[in-house]
């Protein structure tokens, strides 16, 4: 696959506000076709990066492997400044991926374009263990975040991949908490919840 650079600053428009319907297969199912999607928008139905632990960032230019339990592939980023995905944190959760199928020789490889194309799945309501009660929706986000179940809350931050505090909110509510995301840019973020009995931290996607 080939990148095209511009070469001006802008350019005239003559053709936007078209709607691509990306196919939605499985990865092994991408994997065993990979030749009838070069280069096009595809959609991966339930995919996990297996090396995520909330903390690992994606590199830029690089690679970071993709399975859905079956078939493992490389999932490659472009470099800084051209995606939002350099540089932000691997989400853990099963996601719905909207990516680009590409090839590299005979290795099977798809490139994401933007953290909007990571659908948190399968309930849109992020929960990481059988005792974390902690409910948040819609995921993604695009204009309020909704927050339950936090016991013994004393304040909530929000993040930004790099670890950046944008926004403090203090509350000790244990009820739903409503949290203004419109003015956010596009992206995941990380939120974090300090409590009576610690911290406890999370990850969204504003859309």
Partial sequence: M?????????VAVISSGNTVTAPEMTLTDYNTNYLN????LIKLTDVTFPSAN???????????NLTDG???ISFRTFTTGESDIVG????????KLTCIGT???????VYGRTLVDFMI???????????DKIRMYPVPATSVLNISNVPNLRSIEIMDAAGKVIKTINTSSDELI????ASLRRGMYIIRFNTANGKVVKRFVKS
């Fill in 121 to 131: 799945l399968p309930t849109r309501i992020e929960k990481t263990s059988s005792t």
């Fill in 103 to 109: 090839f590299n020789n005979t290795t099977v490889q």
């Fill in 178 to 181: 409503q949290i203004p995301v």
């Fill in 70 to 72: 079956t078939t493992t």
């Fill in 37 to 40: 999607y070069e280069s096009e």
């Fill in 54 to 64: 909330g903390i690992l960032t994606f590199g830029s230019g690089a690679g970071t």
């Fill in 88 to 95: 932000s944190i691997i989400p853990s959760d099963h996601i």
């Fill in 2 to 10: 080939f990148e095209i650079v511009p070469n001006k600053a802008t």
